[in-house]
Protein backbone atom coordinates (compact mmCIF):
# COMPACT_ATOMS: atom_id res chain seq x y z
CA UNK A 1 0.00 0.00 0.00
CA UNK A 2 1.46 3.24 -0.95
CA UNK A 3 1.33 6.09 1.31
CA UNK A 4 0.58 8.81 -1.54
CA UNK A 5 -2.02 7.99 -4.03
CA UNK A 6 -1.74 9.93 -7.15
CA UNK A 7 -4.66 10.69 -9.92
CA UNK A 8 -5.12 9.95 -12.57
CA UNK A 9 -1.94 7.72 -13.54
CA UNK A 10 -2.27 8.67 -16.97
CA UNK A 11 -3.72 12.17 -18.75
CA UNK A 12 -4.00 12.60 -22.20
CA UNK A 13 -5.29 16.22 -23.15
CA UNK A 14 -4.68 18.29 -26.28
CA UNK A 15 -3.04 22.22 -26.14
CA UNK A 16 -4.87 24.60 -24.83
CA UNK A 17 -6.94 22.69 -21.80
CA UNK A 18 -6.80 22.76 -18.78
CA UNK A 19 -6.19 19.29 -16.19
CA UNK A 20 -5.85 19.13 -12.82
CA UNK A 21 -3.89 16.45 -10.54
CA UNK A 22 -4.42 15.18 -7.35
CA UNK A 23 -2.30 13.11 -4.63
CA UNK A 24 -4.36 12.02 -1.94
CA UNK A 25 -3.13 10.39 1.86
CA UNK A 26 -4.79 9.46 4.97
CA UNK A 27 -1.80 10.68 6.94
CA UNK A 28 -0.72 14.31 7.86
CA UNK A 29 2.45 15.56 6.23
CA UNK A 30 4.73 18.38 7.55
CA UNK A 31 4.75 19.50 3.74
CA UNK A 32 4.13 18.39 0.39
CA UNK A 33 6.48 18.78 -2.97
CA UNK A 34 5.49 18.59 -6.30
CA UNK A 35 8.41 17.22 -8.44
CA UNK A 36 8.57 16.59 -12.32
CA UNK A 37 10.08 14.09 -14.01
CA UNK A 38 10.84 14.03 -17.89
CA UNK A 39 12.23 10.99 -19.72
CA UNK A 40 15.65 9.89 -19.01
CA UNK A 41 16.13 12.59 -16.31
CA UNK A 42 15.88 12.22 -12.32
CA UNK A 43 12.82 14.75 -10.97
CA UNK A 44 13.24 18.03 -10.56
CA UNK A 45 11.33 20.08 -8.10
CA UNK A 46 8.35 22.11 -8.60
CA UNK A 47 6.94 24.03 -5.06
CA UNK A 48 6.81 23.57 -1.59
CA UNK A 49 3.85 23.95 0.36
CA UNK A 50 3.96 23.97 3.99
CA UNK A 51 0.88 25.30 5.17
CA UNK A 52 -2.51 23.74 5.19
CA UNK A 53 -4.72 25.66 3.03
CA UNK A 54 -1.99 26.96 1.43
CA UNK A 55 -2.42 28.06 -2.76
CA UNK A 56 1.25 28.30 -4.89
CA UNK A 57 1.78 29.50 -8.23
CA UNK A 58 3.90 29.40 -10.31
CA UNK A 59 3.14 30.76 -14.19
CA UNK A 60 0.18 28.58 -15.12
CA UNK A 61 0.36 25.87 -12.24
CA UNK A 62 -1.52 26.12 -9.09
CA UNK A 63 -0.42 23.40 -6.16
CA UNK A 64 -2.60 23.71 -3.41
CA UNK A 65 -2.33 21.81 -0.18
CA UNK A 66 -5.12 20.44 1.63
CA UNK A 67 -6.83 21.99 5.33
CA UNK A 68 -5.80 18.64 6.75
CA UNK A 69 -2.68 18.40 5.32
CA UNK A 70 -3.33 15.20 3.98
CA UNK A 71 -3.62 16.00 0.03
CA UNK A 72 -2.78 18.19 -2.28
CA UNK A 73 -3.72 19.30 -5.96
CA UNK A 74 -1.62 20.25 -9.46
CA UNK A 75 -3.69 22.69 -11.45
CA UNK A 76 -2.44 23.56 -15.15
CA UNK A 77 -4.22 26.05 -17.07
CA UNK A 78 -3.76 26.11 -20.89
CA UNK A 79 -1.75 23.48 -20.98
CA UNK A 80 1.25 23.01 -23.38
CA UNK A 81 3.59 20.29 -24.90
CA UNK A 82 6.20 21.55 -22.89
CA UNK A 83 4.14 20.34 -20.27
CA UNK A 84 4.12 16.78 -21.03
CA UNK A 85 6.05 14.68 -18.19
CA UNK A 86 6.03 12.69 -14.87
CA UNK A 87 4.46 14.42 -11.92
CA UNK A 88 5.30 13.27 -8.64
CA UNK A 89 4.25 14.60 -5.32
CA UNK A 90 6.15 13.87 -2.12
CA UNK A 91 4.89 14.28 1.50
CA UNK A 92 7.65 14.96 4.29
CA UNK A 93 7.23 12.75 7.92
CA UNK A 94 10.62 11.11 8.26
CA UNK A 95 11.95 11.52 5.32
CA UNK A 96 10.47 11.91 1.43
CA UNK A 97 7.65 9.99 0.26
CA UNK A 98 7.04 9.69 -3.32
CA UNK A 99 3.74 8.94 -5.24
CA UNK A 100 3.54 6.55 -8.52
CA UNK A 101 2.64 9.72 -10.03
CA UNK A 102 0.50 11.04 -12.73
CA UNK A 103 2.12 10.70 -16.50
CA UNK A 104 0.60 13.97 -18.35
CA UNK A 105 1.20 14.11 -22.30
CA UNK A 106 0.27 17.44 -24.16
CA UNK A 107 -0.64 16.91 -27.58
CA UNK A 108 -0.29 19.94 -29.87
CA UNK B 1 29.40 21.03 -14.00
CA UNK B 2 26.39 18.16 -12.78
CA UNK B 3 25.12 18.45 -9.28
CA UNK B 4 24.82 15.00 -8.84
CA UNK B 5 26.57 12.82 -11.23
CA UNK B 6 25.46 9.44 -11.56
CA UNK B 7 27.71 6.12 -13.38
CA UNK B 8 26.47 4.64 -15.11
CA UNK B 9 23.65 5.62 -16.64
CA UNK B 10 22.65 2.13 -18.47
CA UNK B 11 24.10 -1.05 -16.80
CA UNK B 12 23.27 -4.52 -18.52
CA UNK B 13 24.22 -7.67 -16.58
CA UNK B 14 23.39 -11.60 -16.27
CA UNK B 15 21.61 -12.71 -12.83
CA UNK B 16 24.08 -13.98 -10.37
CA UNK B 17 26.49 -10.81 -11.07
CA UNK B 18 27.64 -8.15 -8.40
CA UNK B 19 27.55 -4.50 -9.96
CA UNK B 20 27.92 -1.37 -8.94
CA UNK B 21 26.53 2.12 -8.93
CA UNK B 22 28.56 5.39 -7.79
CA UNK B 23 27.11 8.51 -7.25
CA UNK B 24 28.97 11.79 -6.18
CA UNK B 25 27.24 15.66 -5.72
CA UNK B 26 29.06 18.63 -5.94
CA UNK B 27 26.58 20.42 -3.59
CA UNK B 28 27.97 20.71 -0.50
CA UNK B 29 25.21 18.28 0.60
CA UNK B 30 25.60 16.59 4.11
CA UNK B 31 22.97 13.57 2.89
CA UNK B 32 22.79 11.74 0.36
CA UNK B 33 19.91 9.14 -1.03
CA UNK B 34 19.27 5.79 -2.95
CA UNK B 35 15.72 5.86 -4.62
CA UNK B 36 14.46 2.52 -6.97
CA UNK B 37 12.00 3.76 -9.25
CA UNK B 38 10.27 0.27 -10.89
CA UNK B 39 8.97 0.21 -14.27
CA UNK B 40 5.56 1.48 -12.74
CA UNK B 41 7.74 4.86 -11.76
CA UNK B 42 7.37 4.65 -8.24
CA UNK B 43 9.85 6.05 -6.77
CA UNK B 44 10.88 4.47 -3.30
CA UNK B 45 13.66 5.33 -0.56
CA UNK B 46 16.28 2.88 0.04
CA UNK B 47 18.41 4.38 2.00
CA UNK B 48 19.94 7.53 3.42
CA UNK B 49 23.22 9.11 4.79
CA UNK B 50 23.58 11.55 6.74
CA UNK B 51 27.39 12.84 6.71
CA UNK B 52 28.79 9.16 6.08
CA UNK B 53 26.25 7.68 8.60
CA UNK B 54 23.55 5.34 7.64
CA UNK B 55 20.26 7.16 9.14
CA UNK B 56 17.29 5.52 6.94
CA UNK B 57 17.42 1.59 5.97
CA UNK B 58 14.35 1.13 4.37
CA UNK B 59 13.43 -3.04 3.83
CA UNK B 60 15.90 -3.65 1.84
CA UNK B 61 17.97 -7.21 0.91
CA UNK B 62 20.73 -7.96 2.10
CA UNK B 63 22.12 -7.88 -1.08
CA UNK B 64 22.24 -4.27 -1.25
CA UNK B 65 24.98 -2.34 0.22
CA UNK B 66 25.64 1.07 0.09
CA UNK B 67 29.00 2.39 0.96
CA UNK B 68 29.75 6.46 1.70
CA UNK B 69 33.24 6.80 1.66
CA UNK B 70 32.78 10.70 2.13
CA UNK B 71 29.68 13.47 2.10
CA UNK B 72 30.37 13.43 -1.46
CA UNK B 73 29.96 9.69 -2.31
CA UNK B 74 27.58 7.31 -1.82
CA UNK B 75 28.13 4.19 -3.56
CA UNK B 76 25.58 1.18 -4.27
CA UNK B 77 26.75 -2.38 -4.55
CA UNK B 78 24.63 -5.01 -5.48
CA UNK B 79 25.23 -8.92 -4.92
CA UNK B 80 23.81 -11.81 -6.96
CA UNK B 81 21.63 -9.75 -9.20
CA UNK B 82 17.86 -11.17 -9.44
CA UNK B 83 15.44 -10.21 -12.62
CA UNK B 84 13.27 -7.89 -10.05
CA UNK B 85 16.21 -5.42 -9.27
CA UNK B 86 15.42 -4.30 -12.78
CA UNK B 87 14.80 -0.42 -12.09
CA UNK B 88 15.75 2.90 -12.57
CA UNK B 89 18.17 4.19 -9.54
CA UNK B 90 18.20 7.38 -8.61
CA UNK B 91 20.81 9.12 -6.39
CA UNK B 92 19.84 12.25 -4.43
CA UNK B 93 21.25 14.86 -1.83
CA UNK B 94 19.61 17.71 0.41
CA UNK B 95 21.68 19.65 3.03
CA UNK B 96 20.02 17.85 5.85
CA UNK B 97 18.28 14.91 6.62
CA UNK B 98 14.60 15.68 6.05
CA UNK B 99 13.79 16.25 10.21
CA UNK B 100 16.51 18.43 10.46
CA UNK B 101 15.78 20.98 7.77
CA UNK B 102 12.50 22.03 9.14
CA UNK B 103 9.17 21.72 7.75
CA UNK B 104 9.08 22.06 4.05
CA UNK B 105 12.70 23.43 4.03
CA UNK B 106 14.55 20.42 2.40
CA UNK B 107 14.71 19.92 -1.25
CA UNK B 108 16.11 17.00 -2.80
CA UNK B 109 18.34 17.24 -5.47
CA UNK B 110 18.69 14.02 -7.75
CA UNK B 111 21.07 12.68 -10.35
CA UNK B 112 19.53 11.61 -13.69
CA UNK B 113 19.37 7.70 -12.90
CA UNK B 114 21.14 4.70 -13.71
CA UNK B 115 18.57 2.14 -15.42
CA UNK B 116 20.40 -1.70 -14.33
CA UNK B 117 18.62 -4.51 -16.78
CA UNK B 118 19.29 -8.04 -15.28
CA UNK B 119 18.92 -10.85 -17.61
Known amino acids: TQLLEQSPQFLSIQEGENLTVYCNSS?????LQWYRQEPGEGPVLLVTVVTGGEVKKLKRLTFQFGDARKDSSLHITAAQPGDTGLYLCAGERYDMRFGAGTRLTVKP | DTAVSQTPKYLVTQMGNDKSIKCEQNLGHDTMYWYKQDSKKFLKIMFSYNNKELIINETVPNRFSPKSPDKAHLNLHINSLELGDSAVYFC??????????????????FGAGSRLTVL
Open chain 2, 92 to 109: ASSRLPTPWAGRGANVLT
Open chain 1, 27 to 31: SVFSS
